[in-house]
């Protein structure tokens, strides 16, 4: 097995790759320090891919010294050459036991007794204007922490509440695949919105555990319980037509099934149907995932769908805010039509309120053909075919 190692004699050159941003910031040794790590412990058929399993990290520009002098670089490139260099194979990934076998772990830490992790990586993920921060961090959990793809996780953020007492955890939906965003089994990537509200004194609140997370710094150690949920698995079978409906966050279980199927390679597992994501946001500055999601389009362009509702800078047919839901009624005929296919399943997930928007529409489209809604989607939850996670 080959290793790479963060520093040394890789084709004979002494080198280290900095991003930019990470030159400016002072949690910068820190965070270099930790892609360091992680970069380290990946197996030999795991670095080739390494870089290509994050792009929020894969366009920051790097300072790269070697033999031939600075010059810049990004860490795909500098991935792509270190596999020239090291000899790396692109090797398909193997399913670890528990997802190949379909066992679902739950609980498997509890809040008397969490995993303690290490925060490996956290970048705000939208743009200034965004209305809130929304960070993508990486927790290592060193391979203690088996989870399916549409699981939760429990963190408990540091320090007490006002009488005294640890903090309760808070549940985030796992945005990476079981494989983690380094194909290692060893990590899990969360995207968290920062809580930040008026309350009715006109004083600021911010939340524990979201200012928490968007504020850690990489080498932080995490509790981490779970893992939770068993409601958002995604379906076993690979021509599955999968429609996915996220507001915000929502989008992480489908960040996961969507490098599942169409940025991994699995020896067992080959995804050969579609998914379709329906996305809502504020601001096209909190697009979140965007370039990821557009490049598995380019990719599997028959197979990827996606579909945004910009909620401020786009208005439905009647002048108001553009929800996913007015997305959805565009192609309101051709979801009701896939919904008649058997192994079409639907997935939900964000905000509480989008559940009862999307019954609203999907009421009027059933009744068009003499069905009722509420049984026929009793049906499909049956079926497991309909499965809905907001909160
Ligand atoms: P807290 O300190 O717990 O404060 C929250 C409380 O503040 C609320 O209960 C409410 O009482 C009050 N509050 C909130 N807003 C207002 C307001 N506008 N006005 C007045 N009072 C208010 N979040 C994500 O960001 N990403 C995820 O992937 C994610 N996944 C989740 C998955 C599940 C299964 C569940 C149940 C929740 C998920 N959440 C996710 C939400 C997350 O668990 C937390 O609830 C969220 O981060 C806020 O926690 P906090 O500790 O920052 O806020
Ligand atoms: P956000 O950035 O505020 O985006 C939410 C988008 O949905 C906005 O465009 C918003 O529009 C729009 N929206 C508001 N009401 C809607 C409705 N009734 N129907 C359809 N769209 C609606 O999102 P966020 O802050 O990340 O919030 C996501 C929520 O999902 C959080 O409450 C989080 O706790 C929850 N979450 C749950 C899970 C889970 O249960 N597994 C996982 C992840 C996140 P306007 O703001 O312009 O009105």
Not at 163 to 190: C, E, M, Q, V
Not at 220 to 247: F, Q, S, Y
């Amino acid at each position: 097995m080959v290793r790479a190692r963060p520093r040394g004699a890789i084709g004979g050159g002494a080198w280290h790759v900095r991003s930019a941003a990470a030159i400016r910031d002072r949690s910068a040794p820190l965070e270099l320090l930790a892609c360091l790590l992680a970069f380290a412990s990946l197996p030999g058929n795991a670095t080739a891919n390494m870089f290509a399993f994050l792009p929020s990290i894969t366009s920051h520009r790097l300072y790269v010294s070697g033999k031939d002098g600075l010059r810049t670089s990004t860490l795909k490139t500098e991935s792509a050459r270190l596999q020239t260099r090291v000899g790396c194979r692109s090797r398909p990934a193997t399913l670890r036991m528990v997802a190949a076998e379909k066992k679902v772990p739950v609980n498997l830490y509890k809040p008397n007794d969490p995993l303690i992790g290490t925060c490996i990586y956290n970048k705000k993920i939208v743009g200034d204007d965004a209305p809130g921060d929304t960070c993508h961090v990486i927790i290592h959990h060193d391979g203690k922490l088996p989870y399916l793809e549409g699981q939760s996780v429990g963190i408990i953020p540091e320090g007490t509440d006002e009488k005294g007492r640890p903090h309760k955890l808070r549940l985030y939906s796992i945005a990476s695949t079981a494989a983690g965003d380094f194909g290692d089994y060893k990590t899990l990537s969360l995207v968290v919105k920062r809580l930040v509200y008026t309350n009715e004194k006109g004083e600021e609140v911010r939340g524990v555990c979201s200012n928490y997370l968007n504020d850690i710094k990489p080498g932080t150690p995490v509790k981490m319980t779970g893992p939770v949920g068993k409601e958002m698995l995604m379906p076993d079978d690979p021509n599955a037509t999968i429609i996915m409906l996220a507001t915000g966050t929502g989008i992480a279980p489908f960040r996961a099934f969507m490098r599942k199927a169409f940025v991994e390679k699995h020896a067992d597992y080959q995804f050969k149907g579609k998914m379709i994501l329906y996305l809502g946001v504020p601001t096209s500055s909190s697009l979140l995932y965007r370039d990821e999601l557009e490049e598995m389009k380019a990719n599997a362009p028959d197979q990827v769908e996606l579909h945004y509702a910009i909620s401020r800078e786009m208005k439905n047919k009647q002048g108001g805010k553009y929800y996913l839901q007015d997305a959805m009624a565009e192609r309101g005929e051709e979801i009701w039509q896939l919904l008649q296919k058997d192994n079409t399943y639907v997935y939900m997930c964000g905000l509480k309120g989008m559940d009862s928007g999307i019954d609203a529409f999907m009421k009027d489209l059933a009744a068009k053909d003499g069905v009722d809604w509420a049984t026929f989607k009793k049906q499909l939850k049956q079926q497991h075919r309909y499965n809905v996670e907001v909160y």
